[in-house]
């Protein structure tokens, strides 16, 4: 069981870059697939990146090349790098963590609360 907090939400303008963290307990956090998840009003979650436990990762098209997920185990926490934000990015994310090895799927295990993320054209 892990809980999940983000942090690192919030506004910025079209072209900006904001970084997202989502802090887990416990101490088997190295064994998770982690992902970050977002869902916009009115539509459904959709998987943006995610990484597992040997740091593979994975990012659905529409943000490769300007969003890095990475994550530091030591500090039991992952990171989602966002740069060149474009308003169709507005979302509340989620930090999610899965125990099997599949990356790109939005049925993970253990959900944060999510962090509002807008951006302005």
């Known amino acids: 069981q892990v809980q999940l907090v983000e942090s690192g939400g919030g506004l910025v303008q079209a072209g900006g870059s904001l970084r997202l963290s989502c802090a887990a307990s416990?101490?088997?956090?190295?064994?998770?697939?982690m992902g970050w998840i977002r869902q916009a009003p009115g539509k459904e979650r959709e998987f943006v990146a995610g990484?597992?436990?040997?740091?593979?990762?994975y990012y659905t098209d529409s943000v490769k090349g300007r969003f890095t997920i990475s994550r530091d185990n030591a500090k039991n926490t992952v990171y989602l790098q966002m740069n060149s934000l474009k308003p169709e990015d507005t979302a509340v994310y989620y930090c999610?963590?899965?125990?099997?090895?599949?990356?790109?799927?939005?049925?993970?295990?253990?959900w944060g609360q999510g962090t509002q993320v807008t951006v302005s054209s």
């Open positions: 990484i597992s436990r040997s740091e593979g990762t």
């Open positions: 999610a963590a899965r125990l099997g090895m599949v990356i790109r799927t939005t049925r993970y295990d253990y």
């Open positions: 416990g101490r088997t956090f190295s064994t998770y697939t």
